[in-house]
């Protein structure tokens, strides 16, 4: 009965491959968002969407793209993976009108 | 541009102790505030989320206040527990971006 999950949990890849991460929610939330957590444990905002707006953090490099086939998934591609990409991103919904995000429990990226 | 500073970066305590955490920002135009709990190679797990209207939001243990103004929220914890040990998060919301501190790594000694 997992509410937000996200696949895979790891990802080892080597660089300038292209992956993707997938993120579903069952809680009938209409917006959903990727973060990325750093080593420093800083999370960032990268994406936030519903059905009808994308909002971009302008930080975010344009090999990063979110891809939403309905409403309860928001999977995120990336291009040409670099060494930098390596992190923890994590995949939150919440519902309209309400405040509370719900997150997935992180995907674990390296990029070697 | 906002930023969201923690004091501690990391504490120890042994159990049963009554902490505090610190959470400040620079913006107080903010939408509300939320503490998360981070738990080793784990998601996030909200704790208490403060609407920018409030001074302070309980839940069993736990205890967070919020003071707009001055740009500072605290978390307390009452009576620790081993199993209190983890990353504690705040974030602080303007709508849509969510700014997150680097969180405090609590460590509850038994």
Known sequence: ?112 | KQEVTQIPAALSVPEGENLVLNCSFTDSAIYNLQWFRQDPGKGLTSLLLIQSSQREQTSGRLNASLDKSSGRSTLYIAASQPGDSATYLCAVSTGNQFYFGTGTSLTVIP
Request: net charge positive; aromatic share 10%.
């Open chain 1, 1 to 112: 009965d997992t509410a937000v999950s996200q696949t895979p949990k790891y990802l080892v890849t080597q660089m300038g491959n292209d992956k993707s991460i997938k993120c579903e929610q069952n809680l009938g939330h209409d917006t959903m968002y990727w973060y990325k957590q750093d080593s420093k444990k800083f999370l960032k905002i990268m994406f936030s969407y519903n059905n009808k707006e994308l909002i971009i953090n302008e930080t975010v490099p344009n090999r990063f793209s979110p891809k939403s086939p309905d409403k309860a998934h928001l999977n995120l591609h990336i291009n040409s993976l670099e060494l930098g990409d390596s992190a923890v991103y994590f995949c939150a919904s919440r519902l309209r009108g309400q405040e509370t995000q719900y997150f997935g429990p992180g995907t674990r990226l390296l990029v070697l």
